[in-house]
């Protein structure tokens, strides 16, 4: 899951410049925009670290009833885990 979250990491900071930031702006915490480039990236990583593990939850666990519980059990507690993970990848940059 790490190396996921490092190559969603590196995909959003690459759109930060499309988004109008600095190209610096991610890694240089005495910009005036830092935090809010953090913000922006971290929004993004959670949501789209979430998308793709429920996605492959979905695609791994069978349709039959076990299946279908065994999902919901992760999309209920899939949270807690991926703030931390996604805590783990950005606190080098904060």
């Known amino acids: 899951m790490l190396q996921l ?3 969603i990491l590196r ?3 690459n759109d930060l410049q499309y988004k109008g930031y ?6 240089n915490k005495d910009s005036e925009f830092h935090s ?9 990583l959670t949501y789209r670290l979430r998308d793709a593990l429920l996605d492959e939850s979905s695609i ?3 349709t039959n009833e076990a299946g ?3 999902w919901k ?8 885990e991926i703030e931390k993970q996604v ?3 950005l606190n080098p940059f904060v």
Not at 36 to 43: K, Q, S
Not at 73 to 79: K, P, T, V, W
């Open 5 to 7: 979250s490092r190559e």
């Open 68 to 70: 279908m519980l065994l």
């Open 87 to 89: 805590n783990e990848v």
């Open 11 to 13: 995909n959003e900071i």
């Open 22 to 27: 600095e190209i610096d702006t991610f890694f």
């Open 73 to 80: 059990l992760i999309y209920d507690n899939i949270g807690e």
């Open 36 to 44: 809010e480039a953090v913000d922006e990236v971290r929004y993004w």
């Open 60 to 62: 791994q666990l069978d």
